[in-house]
């Protein structure tokens, strides 16, 4: 390639080789648009309690790869902490404001112990009506207002980011990221299904903490304490809409992969990551590979803190992703 463009620059006609320079490298690049990655952490939160390290070492290589690996936006299925106190919220925000400060956006669910349904110092059950605290998100959006997500572009409550919708642009392709609260309230899944059929030329990824159960089912049950079960909002949003590809969730242990396919035809990968009660997680990511060209997604759970992939049912790859495509593309 290097050869190829020093041999056209000794061209006698200058203007025609920058025009055919610019051609080659705008190839190059639309080449490399079409692959990208995004992380998506699984549940951190008994990391963040034991193992400050694995935690670390997720963020030092999602730094480290960002270029290398095209990565777009970074992506929570929740449970970023244990415990409800502001010790655990500290440590958890130092970490993101390394993205912070190098631009790189992300999406963060909000799980049942990001909220104060659990102590302050134990995993238990908050006194009080545990659904009601369940909604209760203050140190999550002191710590995370709605203006430290950058691709952040609208929310359900004003000054809560625990339902809210983000965009970015990659691949050629608009892509929607829509997080639910921990089994929704009808309203959220009202606005979520407002928001995905005004975004229709967008590909929806589904980000909540608890949808898919340890055996790759959809959950017919609200927990005990929630609204909504994950099943509920499969029937009334997720199979509704042509334009959604992807529903990442955590909260059970194991990982998981559902196909489903909606009414209007399109197919639904949902996806479920969760190794918590493992080695405090291992400090695994999970990695999706978008090849846009191929219709390809290949998925791994990859630890920086072993430098290793998992050797379970986590790594496989789905086939003839179909994307959709805006009518009047960007020139």
């Not at 034991?50 to 777009?72: A, G, S």
């Not at 995993?123 to 140190?139: D, Y």
């Not at 929806?204 to 959950?219: N, R």
Request: glycine share 8%; charged share 20%; with cysteine.
């Amino acid at each position: 390639m290097i050869q190829f463009i020093f041999k056209i620059m000794n061209m006698k006609n200058k203007l025609y080789s920058i025009l055919i320079l610019f051609f080659v490298l705008g190839c190059s690049l639309d080449v490399r648009a079409q692959k990208f990655t995004i992380p998506v952490f699984p549940d951190s939160q008994s990391a963040i309690d034991e193992n400050f390290n694995m935690f670390k070492n997720q963020f030092d290589w999602i730094l480290e790869n960002k270029e290398k690996l095209n990565i777009p936006i970074v992506l929570h299925v929740g449970d970023v902490a244990n415990f409800d106190n502001l010790s655990q919220w500290e440590t958890i925000s130092s970490q993101f404001d390394r993205l912070d400060n190098d631009g790189i956006p992300y999406a963060i669910a909000v799980g049942n112990h990001d909220t104060e349904a659990v102590g302050e110092y134990n995993g238990s059950a908050a006194p009080g009506n545990v659904n009601q605290n369940l909604r209760k998100t203050a140190k999550f959006n002191s710590y995370f207002p709605s203006s430290r997500f950058i691709a952040q572009r609208g929310r359900y409550e004003e000054g809560k980011s625990d339902n809210a919708y983000y965009t970015f642009r990659t691949g050629g392709a608009n892509w929607l990221v829509v997080s639910l609260e921990f089994c929704p309230r009808q309203g959220p899944i009202n606005w979520a299904g407002d928001i995905i059929k005004a975004h229709h030329e967008y590909n929806v990824i589904i980000l909540t903490h608890y949808y898919l159960t340890g055996q790759g089912d959809i959950a017919d049950r609200n927990a005990g304490y929630g609204d909504f079960s994950p099943q509920y909002v499969s029937d009334r949003l997720v199979k509704l809409y042509p334009n959604i590809r992807f529903v990442l969730s955590g909260h059970v242990m194991s990982s998981a992969l559902k196909v489903d396919e909606g009414v209007n035809g399109n197919k639904i990968y949902q996806v479920l990551q969760n190794y918590q009660n493992e080695d405090l997680g291992g400090g695994y990511l999970r990695l999706l590979h978008f090849d846009l060209d191929a219709g390809t997604v290949s998925a791994e759970m990859y630890s920086p803190y072993y430098k290793k992939t998992k050797e379970d049912g986590s790594t496989y790859s789905i086939e003839n992703v179909e994307i959709v495509q805006p009518k009047f593309k960007r020139k």
